[in-house]
């Protein structure tokens, strides 16, 4: 999986189509991510001796392929490729050749 935690990306696909956000969590096996502001849902919190009751919004998961790494570069939405660097494997902007890590 290219994108990793703290990247920023954007939707491509789906509800949330041109948002903007931090990734916060990603989940490789399943190739899911967890972005800042997407794909947020209703939970119901029930009520127990210590907590009252609430209703939470908060980011689902979605797979990866809907996503796109934000090269800040060009300003725009960027694929990834991967190239050794002083023997380190890298990745880099498909768009402006700049190093992501």
Same mark, same amino acid.
């Given at each position: 999986m290219k994108i990793k935690k703290d990247d920023? @990306? %954007? @939707?491509?696909t789906g509800k949330d #189509? *041109? =948002? =903007?956000? #931090?990734?916060?969590k990603a989940f490789p096996k399943t190739q $899911?991510?967890?972005?800042? *502001? %997407?794909?947020?849902? &209703?939970k119901h919190? =029930?009520?127990t001796r210590k907590v009252a009751a609430?209703? =939470?919004h908060q980011e689902g998961p979605i797979h990866v392929s809907n996503v796109m790494?934000?090269?800040s570069k060009a300003k725009a939405p &960027? $694929?990834?490729g991967y190239k050794f660097e002083n023997g380190k494997k890298v990745r880099v902007s498909k768009k402006t050749g700049q190093i992501l890590d």
């Open positions: 920023t @990306v %954007v @939707v491509i #189509k *041109g =948002k =903007k956000g #931090k990734v916060l $899911r991510v967890i972005v800042e *502001g %997407v794909n947020v849902q &209703t919190q =029930k009520q609430e209703i =939470k790494i934000w090269d &960027t $694929r990834i």
